[in-house]
Every structure is written in C-alpha cells, then in structure tokens.
C-alpha cells in the first residue's frame, strides 16, 4: 500500500569523493528507515569539490537519487555541459541565463506520485541572470501538474532565502537553502504549510573548511598566497532533511534534519 504521507528527503551539497561516499554508503538504509518517496541531492561539489561530471552525476543517479540541483560551480568541467541539456533530472538554477546550458525544473513520478523539483540561485554575491523572485513564479508554471514542489534556493545570503520561503509559502510543499555547507537550526514548517530551512548544510569531510583539507584552507588565511585546494576525506557526514509531504497537495506535515557520520570503513 503507497502511505498517505510522500517522504522527500533532500541531500545538502554533496562534496568530493567523501560526499558521494556517504551517499551511496547511507541512502539504502534511511529509504527503508524512513519510507522515502524521492531524493533529491545538490551535487553542485561532487567532482573533487568543485563542479560535476556525468561520472559523478550518474554515480549519484545509480545510488538512487531521482533528480540532482546545482549552483555557482555548475559550468566547471566543460563535459558536464551537453548533458545538463540532454539528462532532464539534473537542474542548473532556472535563473541563469537561457545562453547557458541546462534547465532549472522537472518533475519525477512514482507509484501515482509527482514531485516538481525547482532550482534558483541567489543574486547576492552570485552570478544569476535574472532575480529568484522573479524567475520562480514562471518556473512553477513549468511544474504546473506536479503534485507537491521542492525548491532548491542555492544563496549566500541568509535574507535571500528567508524573502523565497515567505514568498513561496503556501505554494510549494518545501523551500530548502543550499550553498553556505553550514547548516542552519531555523527547520520549520511555515504557518501556510510549506516546509523550510535556510541551509541544509554539506554532505562530504566534516574534518575540513567547508569541504576542503583544513591544513590548506588555514595556511591560505594565514597567508594570503594561493595554494591547491583538495577535498577532505576526514569525518565524512550526510546534512539532509525530511520532508513529510501532507496528502493534501504542495503541503508539508513536518521537516526534519537528518544529520548523521557516515558507518566507519
Ligand atoms: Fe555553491
Ligand atoms: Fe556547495
């Protein structure tokens, strides 16, 4: 029997080697743990930190995450372009400019369930096209049928994502943030039923700075000269959050972080 209530759980910023790691090594375990409907993942990280490739992409498809957002890094690895225009469930920010490659929506169906899936980047300290508060209520019309709607909001700025969620609230069913790698402890359900959180965090090295070896971030703060940047492979985390999406359609019943260490090697 399909439950009532559709369980989205959304993956923060997966990060290098490390992160796809705890992807693959968590995400059988909390589909039967916590009855997960769909998964979606920023992976705008996944390639040794910064950008991703179709290898990574299709990495994180086959460890079961039905539609993939990016942000700032998505143009990284020139590769990776052709196939934002030919794979339709990994999303650039809809905001960007329609000369860039990719898409900014889609919508994934399971077991008589749809799930529109919008990605946006932030315009403070971000490169964007357009302003997310604009561009979404034409990306929404592109999820017109979807039954419930997650947004990925990938900003620097704090005040950005707070407007987006007030702005969508009653409207879609989730507002995640993305981007800063640091999660935020304001996870609620606003009070016109959609599910919220400014940051989700990062999934990758919780033993770096945001994702890179904390040796070599530290020395360049120390001394403002440029140094190779690795992805840290030390104390890797999963930063998510549950949403429980209500019967009633583009409603949230609750959200909840899932933060957890990945299972020792
Ligand atoms: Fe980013
Ligand atoms: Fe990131």
Redesign the pocket.
Known sequence: MVPAVTAILFIG?V?GRAGRRVVRDLLPGLRDELGLGFVVA?G??AAGGIGITPKEADELFGAGVDVITL?N?TYRHREVWPYLDEQPHILRPANFLPTQPGHGTTVVERDGRSLGVVNLSGNLYMQAGSPALVTIDDALREVADAGHVLVDMHAEATSEKVALGWYLDGRVTAVVG??T?VPTADARVLPGGTAYITDVG?TGARGGVIGVRREQSIAVMRTHMPMRYDSSDEDPWINAVLVRASPQPRRAESIEQILRAAPPT
Do not use: S
């Open positions: 910023d990060v920023n705008e990280n942000g890094h993305t981007h790698h990062m």
